[in-house]
């Protein structure tokens, strides 16, 4: 009998050794930085088991099936707890596409052009906070292209959330109960720049004397016409140790207000499963959580490409499972050969409904795809997974300059104690408001006081 040199358990046992020595280091038959930097394919870097869904199940699931509860047993190690248990009790399904190899379908261009550029430049300083090699903040791309530490991963997290230089996103938001009502449906934008770290937009890396700041970041809402202009506004310091500033606009007021600067765990509106804590799983200062350890290592199923719908000229995604057929988005999920789970604890905040955050990062380019937080009980409370995906599909594109826009899609946020979910989509339109990246416009129409009182007067 010949048994091959990479069998299935071969990458398992890999992991497991590499964590026996406390070693970090992505990729199996060689490390993954170096297949990037040599071709940007990650092909080369992993065995069959881990770059097909037909070779890890052993014919069990193919490229294009549905994983149901007929056939998720065969995956089960592949999910986070909560979707497994959605899928078997809920009636969620996943579609299944093939992996994705090439690096750069896997983010912005310019971001992973950045990151390959400036490997080896990125170091914590003093205080904990990422700066460039002359000590200055960072320059550009992902710090950390080859983690060797839970740190470094919600580090490059927390400085680049989207990954552009700036973004808008035109959001549509259903929260439906656990007997499958839309007790809420809500429309309206999200908006980030960052003034460092800049890669696309002029002035670049730093935006002239706003070297201090991290980024600007709002949120607001045009439908229901009850909470229309309610808006927040967050402006971060690069000092990762400081709470953002934190204001609202509430048209009943008609004024702005400024909240709390640690009020990170409140729901955004009514019926939410949101807070500003959640935003990309890293929505605090890197610094106010801590204990950042990794805790396990190894191949996941996640929503990384064939997430837009190019097919609905508003993008809008369809939906499946729960007792009214509406619970949750159609997903197309991949293997992705290497996930690295990270958990964190919230250490500067003594009220905080949570004890820890669980995350999934891709080891093939750092994005957060899958987040479970558990309450002070030990107990798990909510989840998280998302869909990105390059916006190019059957012949269609929506481009970001030279180059196809990638970014999130949709994402499904579970209260698991409450058996609510939240479903938020990224469309192409809201009233005037498109999405797109790096239009130096985002700022004076989104990301000031001003803005925020244009907005609710609109």
């Given at each position: 009998?010949?048994?091959?040199?990479?069998?299935?358990?071969?990458?398992?046992?890999?992991?497991?050794?590499?964590?026996?020595?406390?070693?970090?280091?992505?990729?199996?038959?060689?490390?993954?930085?170096?297949?990037?930097?040599?071709?940007?394919?990650?092909?080369?870097?992993?065995?069959?088991?881990?770059?097909?869904?037909?070779?890890?199940?052993?014919?069990?699931?193919?490229?294009?099936?549905?994983?149901?509860?007929?056939?998720?047993?065969?995956?089960?190690?592949?999910?986070?707890?909560?979707?497994?248990?959605?899928?078997?009790?809920?009636?969620?399904?996943?579609?299944?596409?093939?992996?994705?190899?090439?690096?750069?379908?896997?983010?912005?261009?310019?971001?992973?052009?950045?990151?390959?550029?400036?490997?080896?430049?990125?170091?914590?300083?003093?205080?904990?906070?990422?700066?460039?090699?002359?000590?200055?903040?960072?320059?550009?791309?992902?710090?950390?292209?080859?983690?060797?530490?839970?740190?470094?991963?919600?580090?490059?997290?927390?400085?680049?959330?989207?990954?552009?230089?700036?973004?808008?996103?035109?959001?549509?938001?259903?929260?439906?109960?656990?007997?499958?009502?839309?007790?809420?449906?809500?429309?309206?934008?999200?908006?980030?720049?960052?003034?460092?770290?800049?890669?696309?937009?002029?002035?670049?890396?730093?935006?002239?004397?706003?070297?201090?700041?991290?980024?600007?970041?709002?949120?607001?809402?045009?439908?229901?016409?009850?909470?229309?202009?309610?808006?927040?506004?967050?402006?971060?310091?690069?000092?990762?140790?400081?709470?953002?500033?934190?204001?609202?606009?509430?048209?009943?007021?008609?004024?702005?207000?400024?909240?709390?600067?640690?009020?990170?765990?409140?729901?955004?509106?009514?019926?939410?499963?949101?807070?500003?804590?959640?935003?990309?799983?890293?929505?605090?200062?890197?610094?106010?959580?801590?204990?950042?350890?990794?805790?396990?290592?190894?191949?996941?199923?996640?929503?990384?490409?064939?997430?837009?719908?190019?097919?609905?000229?508003?993008?809008?995604?369809?939906?499946?499972?729960?007792?009214?057929?509406?619970?949750?988005?159609?997903?197309?999920?991949?293997?992705v050969p290497e996930a690295i789970i990270v958990e964190a604890?919230?250490?500067?905040?003594?009220?905080?409904?949570?004890?820890?955050?669980?995350?999934?990062?891709?080891?093939?380019?750092?994005?957060?795809?899958?987040?479970?937080?558990?309450?002070?009980?030990?107990?798990?409370?909510?989840?998280?997974?998302?869909?990105?995906?390059?916006?190019?599909?059957?012949?269609?594109?929506?481009?970001?300059?030279?180059?196809?826009?990638?970014?999130?899609?949709?994402?499904?946020?579970?209260?698991?104690?409450?058996?609510?979910?939240?479903?938020?989509?990224?469309?192409?339109?809201?009233?005037?408001?498109?999405?797109?990246?790096?239009?130096?416009?985002?700022?004076?129409?989104?990301?000031?006081?001003?803005?925020?009182?244009?907005?609710?007067?609109?």
């Amino acid at each position: 009998m010949h048994i091959g040199r990479y069998d299935r358990g071969y990458s398992r046992r890999k992991f497991l050794a590499d964590a026996a020595r406390g070693v970090l280091s992505t990729g199996v038959l060689m490390p993954l930085s170096k297949a990037i930097a040599d071709t940007g394919d990650i092909a080369t870097a992993y065995p069959a088991e881990l770059l097909s869904i037909e070779a890890y199940t052993k014919g069990r699931i193919k490229t294009g099936d549905f994983i149901t509860d007929r056939n998720v047993e065969a995956v089960k190690d592949l999910l986070e707890p909560i979707r497994y248990r959605q899928i078997v009790e809920q009636g969620r399904k996943l579609k299944v596409a093939a992996t994705t190899t090439d690096v750069m379908k896997t983010s912005p261009w310019e971001y992973i052009e950045a990151t390959l550029a400036n490997a080896g430049k990125a170091r914590f300083d003093a205080k904990g906070n990422v700066v460039n090699a002359d000590g200055k903040p960072w320059i550009g791309g992902d710090p950390f292209p080859d983690p060797k530490s839970g740190v470094e991963l919600f580090a490059a997290q927390t400085l680049s959330w989207g990954r552009h230089d700036a973004s808008f996103y035109a959001i549509n938001v259903n929260e439906v109960d656990q007997d499958g009502a839309v007790r809420f449906a809500y429309s309206g934008g999200w908006a980030e720049l960052s003034p460092v770290a800049r890669v696309v937009m002029e002035p670049k890396p730093y935006w002239p004397g706003r070297e201090n700041l991290l980024r600007y970041q709002s949120v607001f809402f045009t439908k229901p016409f009850t909470f229309k202009g309610t808006s927040f506004l967050s402006i971060w310091d690069y000092d990762h140790s400081t709470f953002p500033s934190l204001y609202t606009y509430v048209p009943e007021f008609r004024r702005i207000r400024q909240l709390p600067s640690d009020q990170r765990f409140e729901p955004l509106l009514p019926g939410s499963s949101l807070y500003l804590s959640d935003a990309w799983a890293a929505g605090d200062p890197l610094l106010t959580w801590g204990n950042y350890q990794i805790v396990g290592r190894g191949p996941f199923l996640a929503g990384m490409s064939n997430g837009w719908n190019a097919g609905h000229p508003n993008w809008e995604h369809k939906t499946h499972g729960g007792p009214k057929g509406n619970t949750f988005w159609d997903t197309t999920v991949e293997l992705v050969p290497e996930a690295i789970i990270v958990e964190a604890e919230p250490v500067k905040f003594p009220r905080a409904p949570i004890s820890k955050k669980r995350v999934w990062f891709d080891a093939r380019n750092q994005v957060v795809v899958g987040m479970v937080t558990y309450d002070r009980q030990g107990k798990p409370f909510r989840s998280f997974d998302g869909v990105y995906s390059l916006y190019e599909s059957n012949g269609k594109r929506h481009m970001d300059g030279k180059h196809p826009y990638w970014s999130w899609t949709h994402v499904t946020a579970s209260n698991i104690q409450s058996g609510s979910v939240t479903r938020l989509e990224q469309v192409k339109a809201l009233e005037d408001h498109r999405s797109g990246a790096n239009d130096p416009g985002i700022y004076d129409r989104y990301l000031t006081q001003a803005a925020l009182l244009r907005l609710g007067s609109a």
